[in-house]
């Protein structure tokens, strides 16, 4: 009886990985993290593109900058943009990370530091290293908790002529393609103000009106805000 006590104990202080969460299993393959790739030209291996096809193809998707501490969910990776610019003729592709503040802060210290939504309280162990770190760089003023904590890896929107990189947790970051095919984070966008902490990342189109809708949901009032973009 004493051993089983010790074995669940040990299993609510430090659980085994589950597959879902165990970094050996999620981000391998196909789903190994890349690194950011400065635009390139692409060669056209066989016919050409057409003169008159222009525009740009943008992926959103989770790609996490640092080796995690211990368990990461894939949902959990820092949003990496990938893509695909035509342009009379020609293909450029780039890939870049959303520099969200989240991001900016890991960068810096080389390692992870914010506690990631799916896979960060993974165990007591993990709760307890996570928030003794971060409560001290909370009161010493290294981490500002109304810049939010997003990743900004879920989806692309065109919404209130603005291209945004969004995740559920945070506000979206407004991004810009240039002339040479490059991406770049702009910031993150506080929409007038109206929304403190986070929107959708699945606005919806109508098609008959053109109307763009999306909304924020909050713990405190109001719960629930919907928002219109013509």
Same mark, same amino acid.
């Given at each position: 009886?004493? %051993?089983?006590?010790?074995?669940?104990?040990?299993?609510?202080?430090?659980?085994?990985?589950?597959?879902?969460?165990?970094? %050996?299993?999620?981000?391998?393959?196909?789903?190994?993290?890349?690194?950011?790739?400065?635009?390139?030209?692409?060669?056209?291996?066989?016919?050409?593109?057409?003169?008159?096809?222009?525009?740009?193809?943008?992926?959103?998707?989770?790609?996490?900058?640092?080796?995690?501490?211990?368990?990461?969910?894939?949902?959990?990776?820092?949003?990496?943009?990938?893509?695909?610019?035509?342009?009379?003729?020609?293909?450029?592709?780039?890939?870049?990370?959303? %520099?969200?503040?989240?991001?900016?802060?890991?960068?810096?210290?080389?390692?992870?530091?914010?506690?990631?939504?799916?896979?960060?309280?993974?165990?007591?162990?993990?709760?307890?290293?996570?928030?003794?770190?971060?409560?001290?760089?909370?009161?010493?003023?290294?981490?500002?908790?109304?810049?939010?904590?997003?990743?900004?890896?879920?989806?692309?929107?065109?919404?209130?002529?603005?291209?945004?990189?969004?995740?559920?947790?945070?506000?979206?970051?407004?991004?810009?393609?240039?002339?040479?095919?490059?991406?770049?984070?702009?910031?993150?966008?506080?929409?007038?103000?109206?929304?403190?902490?986070?929107?959708?990342?699945?606005?919806?189109?109508?098609?008959?009106? %053109?109307?763009?809708?999306?909304?924020?949901?909050?713990?405190?009032?109001?719960?629930?805000?919907?928002?219109?973009?013509?």
């Amino acid at each position: 009886m004493s %051993k089983n006590l010790l074995l669940n104990t040990l299993n609510i202080i430090h659980p085994p990985l589950d597959p879902s969460t165990d970094p %050996k299993h999620v981000f391998t393959g196909n789903y190994a993290p890349v690194n950011e790739l400065d635009p390139m030209d692409c060669q056209v291996i066989e016919g050409e593109l057409p003169l008159s096809l222009n525009g740009v193809y943008i992926r959103n998707g989770p790609n996490p900058q640092l080796q995690p501490r211990r368990a990461l969910h894939l949902f959990d990776g820092d949003g990496m943009l990938h893509s695909l610019r035509l342009s009379n003729g020609n293909a450029t592709y780039c890939s870049r990370y959303v %520099k969200t503040y989240k991001y900016m802060l890991e960068q810096e210290a080389g390692f992870p530091i914010i506690p990631n939504f799916f896979s960060g309280f993974y165990g007591l162990a993990d709760a307890f290293q996570f928030l003794l770190i971060d409560i001290g760089k909370v009161l010493t003023g290294h981490i500002d908790l109304m810049k939010g904590f997003g990743v900004a890896n879920t989806s692309i929107a065109f919404f209130a002529n603005k291209l945004l990189a969004l995740s559920d947790s945070d506000l979206p970051y407004l991004i810009s393609l240039t002339q040479t095919g490059d991406i770049e984070t702009l910031g993150r966008w506080e929409v007038s103000k109206k929304l403190l902490a986070n929107m959708s990342a699945h606005p919806k189109i109508d098609m008959e009106t %053109k109307e763009t809708f999306t909304f924020s949901t909050s713990f405190t009032i109001p719960h629930l805000s919907f928002f219109l973009s013509l």
